[in-house]
Nanobody, 126 residues
Framework: QVQLVESGGGSMQAGGSLRLSCAAS????????MAWFRQAPEKEREAVAS????????YYADSVKGRFTISQDSGKNTVYLQMNSLKPEDTAIYYC???????????????????WGQGTQVTVSS
């Protein structure tokens, strides 16, 4: 069973940086997509970024392009989300998600993901 455990959330002032980590375990097939989603209060969960574990192709939501970077450490089965130039509108619970196969065009779709972490809170104050 795939397990995803997020860490690294916290509180930060606008303009600051945070790095989230997602430690993954239990994959039984070598090709999978990992992603970060976020959900702000009273809003739908939205895709932030994703990465193919094989090849490292990345995808980003327009709202975070140029500010957030998704990366992976394959040896540690860990995916990171480096968040720079944080804005108050980045405040949300951030979730790690994964599914087998490449991310592809469906990467922003919540229903494409089989496995989810428990989430980590990110709060950005102005």
């Amino acid at each position: 069973q795939v397990q995803l455990v997020e860490s690294g959330g916290g509180s930060m002032q606008a303009g600051g940086s945070l790095r989230l980590s997602c430690a993954a375990s239990g994959f039984t097939y070598p090709y999978y997509c990992m992603a970060w989603f976020r959900q702000a209060p009273e809003k739908e969960r939205e895709a932030v970024a994703s990465i193919n574990n094989n090849g490292g192709r990345t995808y980003y939501a327009d709202s975070v392009k140029g500010r957030f970077t998704i990366s992976q450490d394959s040896g540690k089965n860990t995916v990171y989300l480096q968040m720079n130039s944080l804005k108050p509108e980045d405040t949300a619970i951030y979730y790690c998600a994964a599914h087998y196969g490449n991310c592809g065009g469906s990467w922003p779709q919540r229903r494409a993901y089989t496995y989810w972490g428990q989430g980590t809170q990110v709060t950005v104050s102005s």
